[in-house]
């Protein structure tokens, strides 16, 4: 590869411009990068990263209006088409009326393979009911036909005086006004696999294994946030006997870490509660570093969860299942005793198939709801509509986590549609004012007289 001929500026953490209309996303080690370039159509992406639209949005407050999409490229920070989906949440809601389209250009079989992905959690919305009662109903819909224009090609796609030239597979040339703007040749996506692994090697070897109790059931909470917003998407690390559990790791996993002072290469486990991005954006990461060391994955899961990673990932890795050991959590006979751990699962009220979960062990029970759409009011109208039975409506309720210490909660303050509203949480609490109630997954801090919110790296 060419190198880049100006070195850019750094603007805030992995956010760079090289001062000519052209920013980078990604770190100074060029391990994993992605770009936008200003051109006289609009603002054009090349690729993305795992965490890209909270990394660029709060600095150029504007929306691509198209995005080069090449061959998919994989590091241990990552891979290059993990990064759309809240950038396509927000094209979608911006203008609820009038959504914002972006030109997804690119050699057919990588559109395809990006459409197919985002085709699952794009899927739906929660609707009134026969009944009238509001969300009530989840109806299937393909919405990110909404915001994803297809434009696929192997030549030169125009959009006004701007040429993009995706003839080659692994990278792109971006003309305004018949000036060459952009070359992916002097702006690489990555200076090559070695570069990542040395780049984490070098972070790891900076953090001891987690000590620990194993009498005890231990929990850290490895972040609280969302998406679309700056700080560490919700995941957390649950410890006990001989076992190190890692649930949903995140964007730039490894990074992230070592800020815990914790080493994932120690992690027995990993669980996957569902597939929305902001609850995988780790795993190619996590998964291309178990390649590299030539390690098997330990994954906890369902299978209807382990069927939709494959579809997010086999495009990237092959077949994903040959280096992965899996175990349906719905195995009763093995997770009534998984290493002197009992582990319940339920089904939460969620776009796609997701999972909330109980962990006990010696005493102690801990809860976390998963992602979820819940309210009492909700709760009995599903009842009544008949779409839940009275099993999955005690399941969903706060009884099920009555025998916790203590339990955290999906936690919206800004009246997402599909997560718990801060006062249907404080209500879920009252019912059970034994258990103590944390709140994570909320995008800004609030105050509570009855939840209080986590905060990254908090120990239990």
Known sequence: MHPVAKAPKRVSSNFYTYGNGVYRVGG?????CAYLVETSAGLIQVNTVPELFKTYFPQLRKLPVAACVTAPV???LGDTQTGYEFELWTSRFIDYARPHKIKFIGQEPFLRSLYQRLELTMNGDFVHDELGNRQAKFVSRRWVDDVFE???SSDVVELGQVRLDVSNPDGVKIYDKQKLVFDSAQYPVSN???TG???VDMLLSQVEPLKFDGEKLGLIVGGNGIGTKPGVTSNFIFFYGNRLVWVDPPARFYEKAAQLGVNPDYATDFMITHCHEDHIEGFSAL???KLDRDERLNLLSTPAIYAQLQTIFNPIFGDITGNIDFHDLND?????????????IRENYHPIPTIGFRLSYNGRTIGVSGDTLYSKRLLDARLQNGSIDKAAYEVQSSEWFSNAELFLHDTTVSKDPVHT???DVEDFAREIPHVKAFAYHFGVRFESEFVTPTQFGDRF
Do not use: M, P
């Open 287 to 289: 998964f291309q570093r």
């Open 197 to 199: 692994s040395l780049y």
């Open 74 to 76: 994989v590091t241990q």
């Open 332 to 344: 009763r006979e093995k997770f009534q005793n998984y290493h002197g751990c009992t582990i319940d």
């Open 150 to 152: 297809w434009h696929a």
């Open 28 to 32: 100074s080690d060029l391990s994993l």
């Open 192 to 194: 090559g696999g070695k």
């Open 421 to 423: 509203d801060l006062e």
